[in-house]
């Protein structure tokens, strides 16, 4: 599996979110945008099409969220592993779910399921707090596969990430929480209005939720299951 991640400012304030991703099994591709839209196979899924198996597995489409803005694909494995791709229709932004026993050998931008530590390609070295070299690490390399169907979107290595925003994003429908043209009061209010939204978010993800409403001025993101 491979996800791209999408550089924004603003001009208030720059972030970046996972805006795609991308993930092969034996010989089929699957491949989901920050729009919701996804292909098998480089084939587009209609809206609310049923696809029922990909390489072999069952896998089902659904929709979640108060105002049903959230699409879900959630793929069973064997050994009851299972992968759910999560898409926030309105902020863009892609959640990735890896859950079950997956093997020992099993690693990437996730981590290992023997290993607490963040390691890098060599299996020792422990990159804990080193986000961004934790990044570049496992950035694709050029003599492995690429996944995606657009294959030169940059940067590619041997070029790094990007750490300067090179995009804005814009005609995202939100209620905006954040006036930075006014100083005090007004962002201090909506500050507390992202906390408040965010109540119920798990407490060391709280301030992850708080951020994430605050850059993205969407209050329906605290539904989604990562924030809980």
């Known amino acids: 599996m491979h996800i791209r991640t999408t550089r924004v400012d603003t001009g208030r304030m720059s972030y970046s979110y996972i805006s ?16 919701g839209s996804a ?15 990909f390489a072999g597995y069952p896998i089902k489409k659904s929709m979640k969220g108060s105002k049903k803005n959230i699409f879900v694909y959630e793929l069973s494995l064997t ?3 299972s992968i759910e791709i999560r898409v926030n229709t309105r902020s863009g932004m892609l959640f990735v779910d890896a859950e ?20 890098g390609r060599d299996g020792k070295t422990d990159l804990t707090g080193e986000w961004n070299a934790f990044g570049e690490e496992w950035q694709v390399q050029s003599d492995e596969p690429k996944l995606f169907q657009d294959k030169n979107r940059g940067p590619q290595h041997p070029f790094g990430c ?5 995009q804005t994003k814009r005609n995202v429908r939100r209620r905006r929480l954040t006036d ?6 007004s962002e201090i209010m909506n500050l507390e ?26 209050l329906e993101l605290t539904e989604d299951p990562f924030y809980h």
Do not use: W
Request: aromatic fraction near 6%; glycine fraction near 14%; charge should be negative.
């Open 20 to 35: 795609g991703t991308a993930l092969k099994i034996g010989t089929d591709f699957l491949e989901v945008k920050d729009d």
């Open 39 to 53: 292909t098998l196979n480089g084939e587009a899924l209609l809206v609310g099409e049923h696809i029922g198996h």
């Open 79 to 81: 050994r009851g592993n």
């Open 100 to 119: 079950g026993n997956f093997s020992d050998d099993t690693v990437g931008l996730l981590g290992s399921p023997t290993n607490a530590i963040l390691v």
């Open 162 to 166: 990007i750490y300067e925003a090179q």
């Open 180 to 185: 930075y043209d006014n100083a005090g009061g």
């Open 193 to 218: 209005l992202a906390t408040k939204a965010c109540a119920d978010a798990a407490a060391h993800k709280k301030q992850f939720c708080v951020d994430d409403v605050m850059v993205t001025g969407d």
